[in-house]
């Protein structure tokens, strides 16, 4: 998961994150009893089940209706820069250097009420 992290806004494919996720909660399912019960496998099933959590709003921001507009009410919002190439943000391309570790480090699923 963490080379998703990089993965640039343009070349991030949701279906490719859910294919991932659904592997990696597969694989987890598959490991004995005795590895379940342990700490590291609760902390690795706490964050691929965080992750999973946010694939709807990854898949919201990465729509093609969202607008430049829409990025810089996302920064008004939750006070958050995305940096330069605010005004040329779009789904597909995102603001400027954007990656998957971007969205994370923003914690935008605190707004998604918003």
């Given at each position: 998961m963490n080379g998703w992290s990089a993965t640039q806004w343009s070349a991030l494919d949701i279906n490719a994150l859910v294919a991932g996720v659904e592997s990696f909660t597969t694989k987890l399912r598959r490991l004995p009893k005795q590895a379940q019960s342990s700490s590291p496998f609760k902390k690795l099933q706490d964050y691929i089940r965080s992750f999973s959590d946010s694939i709807p709003l990854i898949r919201e921001l990465k729509s093609d209706a969202l607008r430049p507009r829409?990025?810089?009410?996302?920064?008004?919002?939750?006070?958050?820069?995305?940096?330069?190439?605010?005004k040329a943000a779009?789904?597909?391309?995102?603001?400027?250097?954007?990656?998957?570790?971007?969205?994370?480090?923003?914690?935008?699923?605190?707004?998604?009420?918003q």
């Open positions: 829409h990025w810089s009410k996302i920064s008004e919002i939750t006070g958050k820069s995305f940096g330069s190439g605010d779009t789904a597909t391309t995102g603001p400027g250097n954007f990656t998957l570790d971007t969205v994370f480090k923003m914690e935008l699923s605190k707004y998604s009420e």
